[in-house]
């Protein structure tokens, strides 16, 4: 038999992962961060203990993350740089630990990880991810064989019962999805979305790179189910490490017997993936917008119906699922449906990926169950954000904000459809109190003004002018009439436009607007920025505790500073660009900005 979880074969993996080890974190994280130097220097060092390049194990604030397996001690050290991992080194040849660098024996050590629950992840960052032979040791490819042992309509069941949703936007039931393909005759495509474009989320990045794997059997166990022969991951070509890993994987499955034809040995089951690169364009993230991208086309989304299941891609039948649904199938045909449905809320099963990004300590990628609460994610994991508090922008620029009284609801579709949000892709961005709230609305009205296609009016000109009007509030430009045309526009668009990417857009302008009005007032009718982060309604004065030192003389970009040494210096606020390095550099603060 070609189908590798021979004896053999396990016993090898288990051997890897059980005896001494060192890991490195390799993930486009942990190399951004110096990872591959430590890499480097560790093979270098002549240690008698096998290296292991991983993937993210999630703790991106902590990369480069060194992972040593030791006389059956483990230890796990964090911001492994270049120029500490000698210290690493030495006690690892003294078989000691390092404690400037020591943060925990083991995951559940660190705050971290205390309330995740890693099924998803549980590879990520400690197999290698091109080892076949580690990932089947971690029980890999067990939900094949037993998909295996089901018909096609009782794997499509299981899925079903197990109560996963779709976690790549709207959640949608997976296996009702799956059953409104497989009756379809003829040529099917199955496509993984893995072209997550929003600002903040990463997460399907993470999964590709670090466990490769566990999407491809989800993958085939999924084409099993619904009766499909071609594969096709679409990602985006900014994704360099991630294409690259993929592409290895498929090629390891293939020569194992797990891609191509009689997969497993099952006489007629022929499955095997491409990978299809995308441009980068934030509306192929829209499925028949992909569609049309993976086609050779411009990215337009076009009406439905038809939906993708009764004309996709070439015209045939086309089932398309994200990164995390595909991945997670793999976990329910290995632990059965009744198990995985105990896990998470009533109505939303399971866990979820989220990355914790903006004014937070703890940034990176993190596994919860369905239903747990916001505030513990932000606070107990994501160690609270820099500053006070002030909201979290959930489901990216399609997503909506929840504020500070609204941070004790669930993580789970209804609860965060039901305060003007969404889970989205899974990103979250904290902002604290030094964020404008305006600002923020209007950073995200460019970035989706941006990559909307053109294709509707609606869209192309509703976004750019909801973001003209945004651009003249931070100005000190606005009027209340603006305010109540944002809230007119923005409906507007959100009801007239083609497709989701227009849809959701004013989404962060609706629930911003609504839930921090008076910052909206001060803006337009005072001409302030609470925050003072808007530089254009800033003004700075030198107050007449000057002592006259001319640092800010230095600093000022413009030359608009001017006064006698030792005497009270002016500001020619015809000169001032408003830019606050006078503020900065100011060592008697004696200047105001207000």
Same mark, same amino acid.
């Given at each position: ?135 089947? /040791? ?10 295996? !042992? ?37 040529? !099917? ?9 929003? *600002? ?36 985006? /070509?900014?994704?360099?490490? /991630? ?61 439905? *119906? ?280 100011? /060592? ?7």
């Amino acid at each position: 038999m070609k189908f590798v979880t021979q004896i053999a074969d396990l016993q090898k993996g288990f051997s890897e992962l059980n005896n001494d080890r060192i890991t490195v974190g390799v993930g486009t994280c942990g190399l951004s961060a110096g990872a591959g130097l430590t890499l480097k220097k560790l093979q270098e060092a002549g240690l008698q203990i096998f290296i292991d390049p991983v993937g993210c194990v999630g703790m991106c604030y902590a990369e480069p993350i060194v992972m040593v397996r030791q006389n059956g001690v483990n230890s796990i050290y964090e911001k492994v740089t270049e120029d500490k991992v000698e210290k690493l080194i030495d006690a690892i040849r003294n078989n000691t630990i390092c404690q400037e660098l020591f943060i925990g024996h083991s995951l559940e050590d660190i705050d971290y990880y205390k309330k995740q629950r890693r099924l998803l992840m549980q590879n990520s960052g400690i197999i290698n991810p091109l080892n076949l032979n580690q990932y089947i /040791a971690s029980s890999g490819y067990s939900g094949l064989t037993n998909a295996l !042992k089901m018909t096609p309509q009782e794997v499509i069941e299981e899925v079903t019962k197990s109560g996963l949703r779709g976690r790549g936007g709207a959640g949608f039931s997976t296996g009702t999805k799956w059953s409104l393909i497989a009756p379809k005759p003829g040529k !099917k495509y199955l496509v993984c979305n893995g072209d997550e474009g929003d *600002p903040g989320a990463f997460m399907n990045r993470v999964t590709m790179e670090s466990d490769p794997f566990r999407l491809i059997e989800g993958m085939t166990i999924a084409a099993y189910a619904i009766g499909s022969q071609n594969g096709i991951i679409y990602t985006r /070509a900014e994704y360099p490490l /991630a294409i690259e890993t993929l592409e290895k994987a498929i090629v390891i499955a293939q020569q194992n017997g797990l891609l191509g034809n009689n997969i497993m040995d099952v006489d007629g089951f022929n499955f095997d993936i491409r990978i299809v690169r995308g441009s980068g364009a934030f509306v192929c993230g829209e499925e028949t917008a992909l569609m049309s991208s993976i086609m050779g086309n411009r990215g337009n989304p076009r009406f439905k *119906p038809p939906y993708p299941a009764e004309k996709g891609i070439d015209g045939c039948s086309t089932n398309i699922n994200n990164v995390s649904t595909l991945s997670l199938v793999t976990n329910i045909l290995s632990m059965t449906a009744r198990e995985f449905a105990t896990i998470g809320s009533e109505k939303s099963k399971g866990t979820v990926l989220l990355c914790l990004t903006g004014k937070i300590h703890r940034t990176g990628v993190i596994e919860v169950p369905m239903g747990t609460p916001l505030r513990e994610v932000i606070f107990d994991i994501g160690g609270g954000t820099k500053g006070k508090f002030k909201a979290v922008q959930a489901g990216g620029p399609a997503g909506g904000c929840i504020s500070e009284k609204e941070i004790d609801i669930p993580i789970d579709y209804e609860s965060f459809n039901s305060v003007g949000a969404m889970i989205g892709s899974g990103g979250l961005v904290a902002i604290n109190d030094k964020t404008c709230i305006v600002d923020f609305a209007k950073f995200f009205m460019s970035f989706t003004k941006s990559e909307s296609c053109g294709k509707c009016t609606p869209c192309r000109e509703g976004t750019t002018r909801l973001h003209e009007m945004l651009e003249r509030i931070t100005k000190g430009l606005g009027t209340k009439k603006d305010m109540e045309l944002l809230k007119t526009l923005a409906v507007y668009v959100r009801e007239n436009s083609l497709c989701g990417l227009g849809q959701a857009a004013p989404n962060p302008i609706l629930s911003t607007i609504n839930k921090f009005p008076e910052e909206y007032l001060a803006h337009i009718e005072r001409k302030e920025c609470p925050t003072k982060a808007c530089k254009n309604l800033l003004h700075y004065m030198i107050l007449d505790n000057c002592t006259g030192c001319g640092n800010c003389v230095r600093h000022c970009p413009v030359n608009a500073i001017s006064g006698k040494l030792k005497e009270k210096h002016v500001i020619n606020q015809s000169l001032c660009v408003r830019c606050g390095a006078c503020f900065e550099a100011c /060592a008697f603060e004696a200047i105001e900005r207000k």
